[in-house]
């Protein structure tokens, strides 16, 4: 099984609020794991990709963190929320035939 | 750097209609290549891939063809529906390790 799973599906929080988005994924242990910000109307942007347990490497500096605590769980975070955190988070892993497969992905709104 | 560059949509076509999206790529090496789909509301899928230089990915009618001498991986559907309505992203990724680089997606438009 590849299935990813994210929650929340959909979120609404203020500016300054704190986040935590959870993604876990079935299957076959150690995976890659991702996390890609989609912005209204534009592409897919990857914010941070991780190897292994409390391995993270981060693309683009910004306000957001990520973590993983388990093998199969990947945490994306924030301390405090701004409006440019607004967006669809997608949350990926790999296979041994170098695709990517995609959960469902969460919307947040910042307001 | 490796990069992804596709058509700016979006692409509004009638049903039966041919389709064709561009994509261009910047790479190092040998990177695979692939097509995703975005349905309203989802998360992306994966349509068809190429791997080498001439391989052609196939799927649901679309096809595409990995060109290394114009660095390209065109998207293209003879007859497209309505249920083809989605944005399609194209991403490369390098052999040694999966990192995606995708590019900006093309949203497409069928109507009846």
């Known amino acids: 099984s590849q299935t990813i799973h994210q929650w929340p599906a959909t979120l609404v929080q203020p500016v300054g609020s704190p986040l935590s988005l959870e993604c876990t994924v079935e299957?076959?242990?150690?995976?890659?794991l991702y996390w890609y910000r989609q912005a209204a109307g534009r592409g897919l942007q990857l914010l941070f990709y991780?190897?292994?347990?409390?391995?993270i490497s981060s693309e683009v500096p910004q306000n957001l963190s990520a973590s993983r605590p388990q093998d199969r769980q990947f945490i994306l975070s924030s301390k405090k929320l701004l409006l440019s955190d607004s967006g669809f988070y997608l949350c990926?892993?790999?296979?041994?035939?170098?695709?990517?497969?995609f959960g469902p992905g969460t919307r947040l709104t910042v307001l | 750097g490796d990069s992804v560059t596709q058509m700016e949509g979006p692409v509004t076509l009638s049903e039966e209609a041919c389709l064709t999206i561009?994509?261009?790529?910047?790479?190092?090496?040998?990177?695979?290549l692939f097509w995703y789909v975005q349905y309203p509301g989802e998360g992306l899928q994966l349509l068809l891939k190429?791997?080498?230089?001439?391989d052609k990915g196939s799927n649901k009618g679309f096809e595409a063809t990995y060109r290394k001498e114009t660095t390209s991986f065109h998207l293209e559907k003879g007859s497209v529906q309505v249920s083809d309505s989605a944005v399609y992203f194209c991403?490369?990724?390098?052999?040694?390790?999966?990192?995606?680089?995708f590019g900006s997606g093309t949203k497409l438009n069928v109507k009846p």
């Open positions: 990926a892993r790999d296979d041994r035939y170098n695709e990517q497969f």
């Open positions: 299957g076959t242990s150690n995976p890659n």
């Open positions: 991780s190897v292994g347990i409390g391995q």
């Open positions: 561009n994509c261009t790529y910047t790479a190092t090496g040998y990177p695979s």
């Open positions: 190429a791997t080498k230089a001439d």
């Open positions: 991403a490369l990724s390098r052999n040694n390790f999966n990192k995606f680089y």
